[in-house]
Structure formats: C-alpha cells, structure tokens
C-alpha cells in the first residue's frame, strides 16, 4: 500500500517524511502530509470516486479546489460522519476513511445506474409531467422511490460527539483569500498598523502561488511568499486564519466565517471544539479570493480522468501527483499551455493539445517543443471510457476526427472571478465582454475586490491590486500609511482565450452541472418550453442547485441558452449566487447552544435548597422550578401533590417564588405612571397597601397581571407574571420614555435581588413569627389583609412583607435578600416543623389558583379581555389607560364572548383536560357548536374531584348548566356543570383569617 | 443561638456553581477568574434634570464622580459604574456599611438595593480577549475599549455589565457582572470557553464578608 | 398539450423535441375585465380559478419580474391546516383539499407530499393550548392527533429526548400535512390558466393605479397603460407599496423571513416537524435537501436578505432540537420579504376603492394558502361577495375588533 | 446589521428589540376617538425606503430609540434616544 503510482520523486509541498495511511472504500492507501484527500487518491491511481445524482454516472476528480462537484465522500464514520465532503478539500490525516456515496451494491457495480439506460425518459422535470395518477399512489409509491434515489450522502443522525464555538473578531480589514492579492493587501494594510484578519479556506497560504510555477522579482515566488509570510505573522496586529473560509456578506460590514479548527485530525484534541462560527465586523474588506476554472461542455466530458487544467497543475506542482500517464489538453485559451508545460517539466506525457483557436506559429511551435500534437481550432468531441478515461474524440478544423487514447484530458475554458461575496448584499456582477466571465457589478459599501476576483487575472495585477487596495483600507481608516513600495515584477504571463461553450457533434451526454446530471440538452428543453429567465431555468432543471452550487456550471447553462434564445449572455441573465459560499456545518453556527445551553437557564436563590428535598423541576419560561417534592413512597405526581395542597390548606406550606418580575418604581410622577398602565385605580393606595393590578395592551387585550405595593408615598413595587417579566419592563420602559417622558417615573427590574417564597396556610403567622423579626407585629389587626411593609428577619436582615395570597389561605410572600433565600426557607423549615410546614411546587399552587378561580398564564392567553375574566368591573372609567378604548371595541364588548366560569365533571369521578371544547348537550361536534374551552384543570384533594376553568358563551349566567367537554383528541367527553370559578371558600373568609 | 446563626448563613451567587482550582487544559492557565463575593450594589436613578447634582453629591461624598458615559470610575470605598441614561450603579467594596450613604442619596436619586442581584468575577490573563470574543459582540481591543470602559451587553444569550480594568502582571484585565439567576449557564459557557487555555479560578471574599 | 405518462414517452422517442412552452409570452392588450397584479403563487393561483370556475378569462396577471419570483419561489414549502381559530380554519381547509386534488386539476405534478406535520410541544401548557387547537381541528372536520412523548420518539427517534433544555413531550400531528413542490405549483397555475386564455405578461410592473371618480379603470405599467373592469392585487410583500398607489394604508408591515436549504442527503427525516421552543421548522425535500426555516429577522425590510442573528438562531434551534445535524451543512440561505399583518392572519376583501381588490397580509403562511387563497380571491372578484370560509378576512376587522390572532400576540407583527 | 446606540455605542443588531414606526402619535386623553386610536394602532406607511422606526436597547441601556433605516438596503442614517426626541418636540 505504500506504492503511490502516480506520485512524483520529488518536488511539490507534501512531506515525503511524514506518510499518512487512510482508506477509502475500506482499501487502505498512503499519501503524505500536505495532501489532500484527493491528491492521495490521484496519486494513488484512484480515478473512479463517486456516482452521480441522477443517472448513477461513475464520476472522478474533476477540479482541486472547492467548487469540485463530483469527487463527493462520505467522510469519518459512525456518528461523525460526514456525507457531501468534497475530497479536494479535505486535509489529508492520518487514519482518514472516506467512502463513496451514492452506489449500491459498490462504487464500481453500481445497480441504479441502470437509470442511464432510461434516461432518455428522465429529462429534466419529467417528474412534473408525470406520477399524476392515481393520486394516492404519489406518496405511497412514486415518492418514495424518488426520495431514496435521490440525495447524495448519507448524514450520520447520531448526534454529533464534537463541540462548536461561536467568536466575534472586529478589525480594520478583512482581507478574503491568501493568494497574491490578499497577501499583498494584508501586508500593504498591516504595515500601516492596521488590525488585520487574513482568512484562506486552504490549510496553507499562497493561493495560486501554490500551484503554479512563477517567479517574483526574478525569484520562485515561494520565496517571496516565504518572505510576505514572515513579515505579516511578525506584525502583531495581523491575525492570519487559515482553514477558515469567509461564507457570507451581511449588513454593516459583518462578514460569516468557518474556521475548522480541528477537522484535519481524527477528532479534536481535549478543549478544543471541532469548528468555531465567527462574525468578523470589519470597517473596510478586500475580496481577495481568485478565480475557479470552468469546464467545457462536450459528449462524455463527465468521465473520470476528465479535469481542469489548473486543477492538474495543483496536482502536479503542489502535490507532486501526476494525474496521468497519457494527457490530452483541451484548451480555449493560453492559460492550458501552462499546464502541458507543467506536465512535461514534471516528466510527464502531452500527447496531444486541442486548441479551439485558429492556427498560430508560436502555439505550433510551443507544441513541437512539447512534443505533443497539436490541433488548432480543433474541438474534444467525446470521451471514452466507463470507469476511467480511456480515450477522446478529436474534431479539428477540417472537421476530420480522430480517436487518440489517454487517461487524463486537461480541460482549459477561462476562469470565472471568485465574487460570490459581492452578490450577497443583491448585487449583480457585469459582464465583461474583453474578459469573457461576469466580473463584480455593484459591489456592497465597505467592500473592495482585487486581482482575479476582481477579473484582473494575471499575478502582475493580483500583486499590484493588492498592495493598492490594502493601501486605500488603511488610509479609510485613518491610518497613515508608508510611501508605497514598487510592485514585485513577475514573469511574463499571456492570456488569450476565446471560451468554447460547448462542442456539438458529440455523442452521448454533455454535462452542464456534474452534480445535478443537468445537460446541455435539458437547457435546450427548458428554452423550448418557456423557461428562458435565469431563474426559470435553474429552478426548472436544477442547474446550480447542487452542494457546489453552480461553481462550474451556472456559466455554461447561461451561455447555452443565449445561443438557444438568440441572445447574448448578458441579455439572457446573470449568475448570482446566495450565501454561503460554501457549505457550512450547521454545527458551527449554533456553536455552544444545544442541549441545556441551548437557552440559559435561571435558578431560584432556592434551588439548592429545593433539589435537597428532592423536588422534580419544571421548565417554565426561562426558569427552572420545583414542579413537587415526591417523598419516598409516593410513586404518582398526583398523589404528591394532593398532599402538599391539604398540607397547605390544613396547616402551612411554602413555595419559591421568586421567578416573579419585581419591578421597582419610584417618581413624583410614579402614582400616575400607574394610573396609565393599569386598567384600575392607583392614586389612592395607602403607603403599606398591595393591590390586584391588571394591564392590557393598547389593542385592548390582557396583557399581564399582578400586585403592586406601595412602599412609599413616591415609590412602588410591582410584581408581574414569571413568563411576561421582560415584556411588561419593556412595556413600561416604550410607556415612559416614548409615550410620556414628560413624568417622573423611574424604574429598574429588582428581580434578581430579592429572593420571594409564599407562606400559605393557616399556621402560615405562626411560622412566620418564628422568622420575622420580633419588633413587627404581625397580628391581624397590625398586618392584615393587603399589608406590605419593610420588616427584618433572622435579627436584622432587611425583607419586605406581602400579605397577598394566591391560594386564598392566610398567606403571606416574604422577600429577603436573594443571598438569605436559602438560609430563610430553611429558617421558614424550623419555625413551621411544629405545624407540618411542607414545601409545595407548581403544581399545588395552580391547583390552589384554580381552587380559587384565579386566572393565571392559560387564562392570560393574549386573546381574552378583562370582561372575559371576569374583571371588567376593574376598568376605571375616569381615566385614560393603555387599551381602554380598543377594549371598547365592538368585537370585545359582544355579550356572547366566551366568559369565564368554573366546571366540575357530573360523574365526579371523571377527569377533566384543559384544551377540550364545550359543546351543548345532544349536538354534533362541528366548529358551529363550539361555544368555548377549558383554560386550565386540575384535581382538588379539597373537593374529591376534578374542576377546571374556562371560557364559554354566556359566561356566568349559565352556572347550573350542563354540557360536554368535547376532546377528540384525547378520546375525552366529558359531561360538566357550569359553576362558579370559586371552589373553595367562595367567603374568602380564609384569606382574612 | 450558634445553631441559628448559621441558619441565616448567606449563600453567595457563585455557591454550588464553581470551585476554586483549575479546569480545562493543564500547565500555565491563560486565564485567571476571580470569582467577587461580598460587594454591596445599588441602582441609583437620577430624578429629570438631576443628574449633575446627583453626581455632586455623590463625589462629595466619595470622591468619585457619576461617569456620564459607559464608563467605571473607580473610588477608595465604591465604584460608580454608568448603567443607562442618568443610572448608574453604585458599589461598595462591602456589602455593608452603604446604608446611610443610600439613604441621604435617594433625596436625589430613585435607590434600589441590588446587592444579592449580580454574581461578578474578575478574568485576566494572556488569552482573556480570546475567551471573552467566544461570546461578547463588543470590540475589546485596547484601542476601542479602554481602561475603565464599560458596557451592558450580553454574552451566550445571557445580560452582562462588563469592564475593564487597568492591566495587571499577566495582561488585560475585566470584570463581568451577570444576573445571579443565571450565573449557571454563564458558567457554562465560560468553562467551555476558557478550556482550551486552562483557567485558574480562585474566591475573593476579602472585600466582604469572611 | 396535456401531460401524461404517455406524452413523456412519446417525446422521449422523438428526443423531446415536440414540447411546447408551458405557457405563452404575450403583449399585453390595451383592456381586460380583470387585471391581476401580481404574478405569484396568489395571483396565479386566482387567475386559475377565475378561468376555471367563474368562466372569466379576460384576465391578464401581470409580474414585475418572473412568473414565480416571489414567495412562491422562497418559502419552506409546507402545506398543512392545522389552526386553532374559525376565522382561519375553514379557509386553510378548503386550501388542503384543494391541494389534494391539485395535480388532476391543473395537469401538472406539484408533487403534494402529504406525509404530515408534526408541532412538538414541550410543556403542559402548551400541551393544552394544543389540545384545544387539535380539537378545534376536529370540530372543523381538519385530522388532527396528540401524541405523548413515546409516540414521537417512535417517529423521530434522533431528536433530543434525553438531554435537551426543553424536553419534548409530544406533538400535534396533523397526517394530511405535509409538503409540495414550491416552483411547480406557480408553474402548473401559470400553465392551467393559461391553457385558459389568461394573458401571463412577465417583466410588467405596475407603477400606478389609474383612479375615474373614484374607481380603479386601470394600471401604469412598465410596457404601457392597462385598463380593467376589475383590479386585483395579489403582491405579498409588497401590498403596502402598491396600495399606496391607490392612496390606502394597511395594517400590514413588510419583514423578511430567511429559509434554509442543506446539502442532498439520503432520506432521513419523513414528516414535517416544528419545534415548539424556539422557532424551527425542518422537512426533507423529495431531491434530499433538509429544507429549514425559523422565526422572521423582526425589522420592517423590503431587501429579500437577512443576518446572522436569525441565522444562528436558527441553527442553535436545529442543534437543540436535533443534535445530529452538527455535521450536515447549511448549502443556501435567502431571504423572502412578507406582508405581516396586525394580527397575523390574512386580508381578501373589497377596498375603500371601487373596482380595486385586496388580497394580502399573509405573514408567513401564503404557501399553504395558495390554492384556498386564488379560490376565495377568484371568487369574491366573480361574485362581489367573499367566499363563506374567507368571510372572516375582511380589511375592517382591525376596527370593529374582530381581529384573527391564533398566537395572541397582539398588534405587533413581528409576533405574529 | 450594527446599531449606533446614542448611548452604549455601535452594537449589533440582536441586543435590540424591535417595535415598528416611530412617528405614530397616540390619541391621548379621555376625549380621543376609538377610531383614531385603532389607526394608531393598526395602521401602517410601511415605506419602501427611509423609515423611522422603534428600536429598544433590552441587552443594553434600555433606551427607546428612534433609527432612520432605509428598508431596501438596511442602511442607517441615524440613531436618536425616543426620551429626547419627544421633550424635544413638547419644548
């Protein structure tokens, strides 16, 4: 396995020290360190590495870089399995196992390609005209067919073992690619004392510096990278990111970026995530990332051993590989002699050059010197060979054809500009008429493009945009940059070309878009069917919608349907392209937000306390609380929190709740601030003195409820809901500062300050005598119903004293500072142990609530009103309020509004569900009948059955009525009685005690 | 009465979150946390049109005058740290002792108790800045975010109030305050940030109490 | 000519070469009974049926760009009717079984996938506000089942059950939802009504509305003067701009909502599926591509184009929610723009402006509307009167408070 | 997209929430008409192009800020505190 047939003795930037064994297919090979994936393969002799989309075509190495769109693997195993991996752009390691994808039985006996024999009849959108009848058969038989043909590799499922980053980076400039042009910029920008950031999706820098032979100032120009190198890593604020591909352009100069920080390991080392997200905030940009080749479009061009010409000579002088034993060049341009040249300095074989253009002496020459035939204005017409290239057609200009074998066929068409990032801000690239590609049109603010992304595609001109472009950054700035050094003189470099869309003639199928199978006949079918605009066209035969998203293609498919429409390429459209530029693990973007951190979770000051006692915790909003505390024994959540209710109701309990929103508002203006927000009066509450408050939302709806004490003749403290903390402070805040800045009212969330736990019970004074402070007094009389006051506990701690209830028992909230929440529950513990103290969760405190017919989040559900619930009556007539006259809307004053009442099932011993929908007796479950809903339920270990709450026309006049709580999908129909939503001391006599 | 006094024990913020020690890789840390406990905190709100006056006082009182820009000043008792548009916060380097000094400012200023409401910690270090920009969407380069530079913002979804502090021998130097309910999942994220460079972590109850 | 298995078979000997274009490129006439602005999936899809069903084929829909450029071309592709309200249930109905019988009524395979649609849900609260829409389902006669926890284990077994912050405890499982082929249904559309004699005119915008006491007679366009009995508009995204030419406010707001392609992958994933704790949506298309979407970017934006804020939002969602799509990767994002309106439902109604219609507001459910949408749309425009399960889609429900708010968001469309 | 908070500074975007126009003026006082505040409510210019528009600081300072944004191309040119703008008018 160590023979590497196709390896060179030496040169190229591989470490023929540092051999790397990987298998592909389960066979095992060996390649070198500076590999990629692709190159070990080539130099080992693999040609056939994948199948194709639809018609199962054996596919090869088509290019070197990341637009290949065939050489696709399924790269590591198990649950890190990558599917779609390009193997052009996989760092080889060692240990690597790839797969194809794709096949079945095996890459070389593939069964569905059988599909190419039918494929006549699979045109592109045959699909749309077919599968029609019967109906049913589309999901049960021709859909699935469909899908488990279609897609390319299979993703693991599992879930992924590697952890991902996020990071944020700002610099002065962003420079995009690391060949000539980036460098140039980078150091012209960096030695101004600009902060830098140098991204290149390759794991070494260089560009196309790294493949080709050229020479810098009379010198191989890996001495004056060597030396750009030097100079940028010794400048300290110049941050160089290789393996890191910028993917997107978005508003305000925020550039997306992947670093792959460890995918050329096996896995990544201890600490270290496989992947990091970044958004890079850049003042000033410079696209920088070359150019991808194009292929042509011949019969056959799609067999393995067909490549580009520059990918062979980053094959050739990168990674010391030679492709081939035998090479046929098909050029259109002057840009493929380079890589004949390349090939036979390398020691390889040129047998024959087929160059699309007329006849020309210096080319002739070139080609004696190369020994190679020559066949000016000649054309490929096909290619043989199934798994592997075995020969080509040749057209010359006589139209006589020839059949020449070989193995590998270098393809040359002119290069396309890199400008991806400059159309995703909408901007559409130009077309160049002299240069033959699109070239960056309307470029976002922020944004300049050099060198060959910009269409100036020789090294001279990379070097010089560069140094000017980095130059320009810098002084946008405002830096002061150092008299400009003379451009770096480079060998002379010609670039002719005259681009061949498509050789005709041919047999067999021409490839428009290698990865979707699209041809040039079905571009030719979508002109003779009407879809003649760009979009139509990709959209109708897929073209460009595949992993490399038209790299190689959208140019081609454009160009065929100018010539089939008349037109010229510009008239018939452009090729833009949408972010991101390549691929990007979802992985990266979420980085550390999946699992428990996928959203912070907020803790009581009383949770500690709480797991203690072996609560089971609940999700709510944000907040995690203690749902129960099961004792041993208790094996139903039911059964626990019966006990806590009776627990409660008969003696005392206590229950975290701090999660509340506490709201401290202070101002001469604070009363009045109130009276706005609320629908109920505020002015005349007594200092000491809580109140129910409720507040809608300018449309009339409920928006949020809760008490609010007042602590001093100009300072109040309002409790909101847990789920609508954050929007009542941003509702008072837009209240405030955009509706009546004029007032004095000043306001900040205290919410995390003050650790909240609810003593409810009739034992709850007796307990809490045993922690407040013994200079309050507590009685009755002193501190009764409503009462709110500063008081101290455990000694002198600072606390504030609510008797409010919710579970309309004698009850009370104690607030302490949140560093004694945990030392005053366990205080609260000892002084009620003589009464039973038992803590409660959130569940027996909304069967509490609903005992009580207190509304609660199911009721506050953002569609009823304060008549729906029943507390209409608390709408102040003499004020102004946010909602008061959107609630006087006609819809929301309408007497069969569905209004809220209490339910209790007839047979008790039937359970209720909240979501059922009420149906009158004896009529048909159709949305006609429908008169409303259960909000919540819950069962009462006081009543000895379920009850539940909700909404339904007629409201309370109906109380004594029977109806049906109708519950499909639950298989529940249950009959109920109206009644009142107080079940339990309706006298309130309790609350006062 | 021994039993009761360590009944009414304060729990800190950080209590039951993170330990003293070093966690993610070996060898030299590139990042020291210092986990703050025992500081005192309160939000002072000026009254419209007060807020010079209420500085005024504020720096006859402690020498410190209120910063009218995201900024910390700091003062040999308490450090004013602008929190909005004529707020701020007011701390003390013991949690206790502020009391009257609150008091005669709410004269001028709405007060509000915010004490228990923050866990803080001090970051230094070498590779700080690299830890921070895993989550902070603000530009901590010396050059845009100076000494005693401060700002509300939030990092892995969660508030904070950050700034930073005169460099110290191992580099730049912050302080982070988060809201003490979620002080857990800011920790997670810290860890899991700062483990690539090995974070020393250590508890400073030396302002407050012991 | 019509499509069949047997006309594909016939072209495929003769090489394709006897197809004709899907739909003519016509001029456009001077006058038409009904101009349609607006050449999406909503404007064809009324074209259609007013050929199809009301007999009027006078009609020109004209299109600023391409047939199909806008939403139709850009959304998520799921089709579904699961609504909690009665406003909006009936309507989202007749859309279901319309694109039940779409393929046999237009000729043309839209690919209609109904392999169902599945809302998770991850609290009892919400549990009970899906029982409540799943049984108000059934009371409008829509299928809808409550799964637990296990249920939804057995369907999807890689999401994260074990270890999430939210944990799953079942879904809303609506099995006639599903999917369609987003492009193919504005294709099919163009080509029914054309097959009709509707004029399809491309590269035509609208620049004014031309007003005669009152009434709209007619349309400034980009290729000339147009006049009309009837002016209907179907420009989603854009209704504010174009009423505005008519001197009309809505209560519409314009967002953007980015969607979310993957690479091609091997089936993995055979329903639709909505997480119900953050805003995610994920289904795989019939050529394997994960097609995924999530919450809107929240800013009034007519620029097809987000930022990375929803971005990673969306992802941190998909990670949540599925912790083994670490690896698979984002291919293509973009952005559509989207009338949201005040309470997130709809708009198909009259307007203060005699012989002008409104068909708008569809936040970011038009897709699945589409049908229903063209259906009711074609027959008020025939009839003058709405449609019996659009009657609740009035423009006039803001003011008398009838508003349609399934979410209870209020009137804040970036809620909704 | 990066908003120059008047107050905090040039933050992204997501620290900010998002409320729609800015120069809706609410009907205030007992004697306003329903009708004019549901068109407060409800209806919108919804521009394409220069758009005042809310925007709340809830990650920062907490500030209501009025941002002139063009929606076709999301530029902005210019960020004001909502507190001053309305003293500023009232004065």
């Known amino acids: 396995m160590s023979t590497q047939p196709f390896r060179l003795a030496s040169g190229g930037l591989i470490d023929r020290g540092h051999p790397l064994d990987f298998s592909f297919d389960g066979a095992s090979y060996r390649g070198y360190a500076g590999d990629t994936l692709a190159s070990a393969l080539l130099a080992n002799g693999v040609r056939l590495v994948g199948r194709s989309f639809k018609y199962h075509r054996p596919r090869g190495i088509l290019s070197a870089g990341p637009e290949e769109p065939n050489a696709l693997v399924e790269l590591r195993s198990g649950a890190r399995r990558e599917p779609n991996t390009r193997a052009t752009v996989v760092e080889l390691f060692g240990g690597l196992e790839a797969a194809s994808q794709n096949r079945w039985p095996s890459l070389a006996f593939d069964l569905l390609s059988i599909n190419g024999l039918i494929s006549p009849a699979l045109v592109a959108g045959f699909y749309y005209k077919t599968f029609m009848w019967p109906a049913s058969f589309w999901e049960k038989l021709y859909e699935p067919l469909i899908r488990r043909a279609a897609g390319l590799g299979r993703a693991a499922g599992a879930e992924d073992p590697d952890h991902y980053e996020k990071a944020f980076a700002f610099c002065d400039l962003l420079v995009i690619g690391g060949g000539p042009a980036g460098l140039s910029a980078a150091l012209a920008a960096g030695r101004s004392g600009a902060r830098v950031i140098l991204c290149d999706e390759d794991f070494r820098l260089g560009g196309r510096l790294l493949a080709e032979q050229r020479e810098i100032d009379g010198k191989p120009a890996s001495e004056w990278l060597a030396a750009t190198l030097a100079e940028l890593t010794s400048l300290p604020e110049v941050r160089i990111m290789p393996r890191t591909t910028v993917f997107g352009l978005y508003d305000h100069g925020i550039y997306g970026a992947v670093e792959r920080v460890a995918d050329h390991l096996p896995q990544p080392p201890a600490h270290q995530p496989r992947q990091r997200g970044w958004r890079i905030h850049a003042r000033r940009a410079i696209l920088a990332a070359g150019a991808l080749e194009r292929p042509i479009v011949f019969a056959g061009n799609d067999r393995p051993g067909v490549m580009l010409a520059g990918a062979v000579r980053s094959y050739v002088n990168r990674h010391g590989v030679l492709p081939g034993r035998e090479t046929v060049l098909f050029t259109a341009g002057d840009d493929g002699w380079t890589t004949a040249r390349d090939i036979a300095a390398a020691g390889g074989k040129v047998a024959a050059i087929v160059d699309s253009r007329p006849a020309d002496p210096v080319r002739k020459a070139l080609a004696d010197k190369l020994g190679a035939r020559l066949f000016a204005g000649g054309a490929v017409t096909g290619a043989r060979g199934g798994r592997q290239l075995s020969g080509v057609t040749i057209r010359d200009a006589s139209g006589a054809v020839s059949e020449l074998s070989c193995d590998l066929l270098a393809v040359s068409n002119g290069w396309n500009p890199t400008l991806h990032l400059t159309s995703h801000q909408n901007g559409k690239p130009a077309w160049d008429e002299s240069l033959q590609c699109f070239v960056p049109g309307t470029v976002p603010a922020g944004l300049t493009v050099a060198g060959s992304a910009a269409g100036r595609f020789t090294l001279a001109q990379a070097l010089e945009d560069g140094a000017r472009l980095g130059r320009d950054a810098a002084t946008e700035v405002g830096l002061t940059t150092l008299p400009a050094e003379p451009t770096p003189t480079t060998d002379p470099e010609t670039n002719g070309l005259s681009p061949v869309w498509r050789v005709s003639g041919g047999k067999g199928k021409a490839f428009v878009d290698y990865q979707n199978d699209v041809t040039d006949k079905d571009v030719e079918l979508a002109a003779r069917e009407g879809f003649r605009p760009v979009e139509h066209l990709k959209r109708y035969i897929t073209l460009g919608m595949a992993t490399d998203q038209g790299k190689t293609s959208n140019l081609s498919g454009l160009a065929i349907m100018a010539e089939q429409t008349g037109r010229t390429i510009p008239q018939t459209g452009t090729t833009t392209f949408r972010p991101p530029y390549t691929p990007v693990a979802i992985g990266a973007l979420a980085g550390h937000h999946r699992g428990k951190d996928f959203r912070p979770i907020r803790l009581a000051p009383t949770h500690d306390w709480s797991k203690e006692q072996g609560a089971i915790f609940v999700e709510s909003g944000p907040w995690l609380r203690a749902q129960y505390y099961p004792r041993s024994g208790e094996t139903d959540w039911l059964t626990t929190v019966n006990r806590e209710v009776k627990a409660v109701r008969a003696g005392v309990g206590l229950c975290d709740v701090s999660t509340l929103g506490k709201i401290d508002i202070q101002g001469a203006d604070a009363a009045e601030f109130l009276e706005r927000v609320y629908i109920n009066g505020w002015k005349a509450l007594p200092v000491g003195k809580a109140r129910y408050g409720l507040m809608l939302r300018e449309d009339g709806f409920v928006m949020d409820d809760g008490t609010t004490s007042r602590l001093g003749e100009t300072h109040f403290l309002m409790t909101t809901t847990t789920a609508n903390a954050g929007k009542v402070m941003q509702h008072l805040e837009f209240c405030h500062q955009v509706l009546w800045p004029e007032l004095d009212v000043r306001m900040v969330s205290v919410s995390e300050q003050w650790a909240q736990v609810a003593i409810a019970g009739p034992k709850a004074r007796e307990t809490l005598r045993g922690v407040v402070d013994r200079e309050h007094d507590l009685s009755n009389e002193a501190f009764p119903y409503l009462a709110a006051r500063a008081v101290t506990v455990g000694g002198g701690i600072p606390a504030r004293l609510f008797r409010i209830s919710f579970s309309g028992e004698l009850a009370y909230e104690l607030a302490v500072p949140a560093d004694y929440g945990d030392a005053t529950v366990r205080a609260l513990m000892q002084a009620g142990a003589p009464f039973g103290i038992t803590p409660y969760g959130t569940e027996a405190l909304g069967v509490m609530r609903i005992e009580k017919g207190h509304v609660a989040g199911n009721e506050l559900n953002g569609q009823t009103t304060a008549r729906d619930l029943g507390l209409g009556k608390m709408m102040s007539s003499k004020k102004d309020f946010v909602g008061r006259l959107m609630a006087g809307r006609q819809a929301l004053v309408e007497p069969d509004r569905p209004a809220f009442v209490g339910f209790k099932p007839v047979d008790p011993s039937q359970r209720l569900r909240a979501g059922a929908h009420f149906i009158d007796i004896g009529k048909p479950g159709v949305m006609e009948n429908d008169e409303g809903y259960m909000t919540s339920v819950a069962y009462s270990p006081h009543l000895d059955h379920w009850m539940g709450l909700g909404l339904i026309k007629g409201g309370a006049a109906r109380v004594g009525e029977r109806v049906r709580a109708y519950d499909p999908v639950r298989n529940g129909d249950v009959v109920v009685e109206i009644c009142s939503p107080v079940f339990v001391d309706p006298e309130g006599a309790r609350l006062h005690g | 009465m021994a039993e009761t006094a360590r009944s009414w024990a304060p729990r800190s913020a950080w209590a039951g979150i993170a330990q003293a020690g070093q966690i993610g890789a070996a060898g030299a840390a590139g990042v020291t946390a210092t986990l703050l406990d025992g500081f005192g905190l309160a939000t002072l709100i000026a009254a419209p049109g007060g807020a010079a006056a209420l500085s005024q006082t504020v720096e006859a009182r402690l020498g410190i005058a209120l910063p009218t820009t995201p900024k910390i000043v700091p003062g040999a008792s308490h450090d004013a740290i602008w929190s909005g548009p004529d707020q701020w916060l007011l701390r003390a380097s013991t949690r206790e002792g502020s009391g009257s000094l609150l008091e005669s400012l709410s004269a001028q200023a709405a007060v509000s108790d915010q004490s228990d409401a923050r866990a803080a910690l001090r970051l230094s270090g070498p590779d700080v800045r690299d830890v921070l920009a895993k989550g902070v969407m603000l530009d901590l380069h010396p050059a845009a975010f100076a000494v005693g530079d401060a700002a509300l913002t939030s990092i892995a979804h969660i508030g904070v109030h950050l700034w930073r502090l005169a460099d110290g021998p191992d580099g730049s130097a912050f302080e982070i305050m988060v809201a003490r309910s979620m002080v857990g999942s800011f920790w997670s994220w810290f860890a899991a940030s700062a483990a690539e460079f090995g974070c020393q972590i250590s508890i400073d109850r030396s302002t407050g109490r012991g | 000519m019509r499509y069949s298995i047997f006309s594909l078979l016939s072209q495929t000997l003769r090489g394709h070469k006897g197809w004709t274009p899907a739909w003519r490129d016509p001029a456009p006439k001077p006058e038409y009974d009904v101009i349609i602005i607006g050449g999406g999936g909503h404007g064809l899809a009324t074209a259609h049926y007013l050929a199809s069903r009301h007999g009027i084929t006078n009609v020109a829909v004209l299109e600023k760009g391409y047939l199909g450029s806008g939403n139709v071309g850009r959304n998520t592709t799921i089709i579904r009717s699961n609504y909690l309200l009665p406003g909006n249930t009936p309507f989202y109905e007749l859309s279901m079984k319309l694109w039940e019988g779409l393929e046999q009524d237009l000729n043309y395979n839209a690919m209609v996938s109904q392999r169902g649609v599945l809302n998770l849900y991850h609290s009892d609260a919400q549990r009970d506000a899906f029982a409540r829409r799943g049984n108000a389902m059934r009371l409008a006669g829509v299928d809808a089942e409550l799964l637990g926890t296990e249920q939804v284990r057995a369907m999807l077994p890689y999401l994260d059950f074990d270890n999430a912050r939210f944990p799953i405890q079942g879904g809303l499982l609506q099995r006639r939802g599903g999917s369609a082929r987003h492009d193919a249904v504005a294709w099919g559309f163009a080509r029914a009504a054309d097959s009709r004699g509707v004029d399809m005119i491309q590269n035509c915008e609208v620049t004014g509305i031309t007003m005669s006491g009152g009434r709209a007679i007619g349309v400034e366009t980009s290729r000339g003067p147009i006049r009309a009995k009837k002016i209907a508009m179907a420009v989603a995204g854009n209704s504010s701009r174009v009423a505005a030419m008519a001197g009309m406010r809505l209560p519409i707001e314009t967002h953007v909502l980015q969607a979310f392609v993957s690479e091609g992958l091997k089936p993995l994933i055979d329903c639709v599926v909505t997480y119900g704790a953050g805003h995610f949506y994920i289904s795989q298309s019939d050529k394997g591509g994960l097609v995924f979407g999530g919450d809107i970017d929240g800013y009034n934006s007519y620029a097809q184009r987000g930022n990375l804020p929803v971005i990673e939002d969306v992802m941190e969602s998909a990670m949540a929610l599925w912790p083994g799509l670490g690896r698979v990767r984002m291919l293509r994002h973009w952005g559509g723009v989207m009338d949201m309106s005040m309470d997130g439902s709809p708009i198909i109604d009259t307007t203060p402006v005699d012989g002008l219609y409104l068909n708008a507001g569809w936040c970011y459910g038009g897709f699945k509307a589409t049908p229903a949408s063209g259906f009711c749309f074609a027959h008020l425009i025939a009839t003058g009167q709405p449609h019996e399960v659009a009657t609740a889609y009035r423009l006039d429900r803001f003011a008398t408070g009838r508003v349609i708010d399934e979410k209870g968001a209020g009137a804040q469309p970036n809620l909704h | ?91």
Request: net charge neutral.
């Open chain 4, 1 to 91: 997209m990066r908003i120059t908070c008047p107050h905090c500074g040039a933050r992204d975007a997501q620290e900010f929430s998002y409320l729609g126009a800015a120069d809706l003026q609410r009907p205030e006082g007992m004697a306003a008409s329903e009708a004019a505040m549901a068109d407060y409510v409800y209806q919108r210019d919804n521009p394409a192009g220069v758009h005042r528009e809310l925007w709340y600081h809830g990650a920062g300072c907490h500030a209501w800020l009025v941002v002139t944004r063009d929606t076709r191309n999301h530029a902005i040119t210019a960020v004001e505190p909502a507190k001053a703008r309305k003293a500023g008018a009232a004065a």
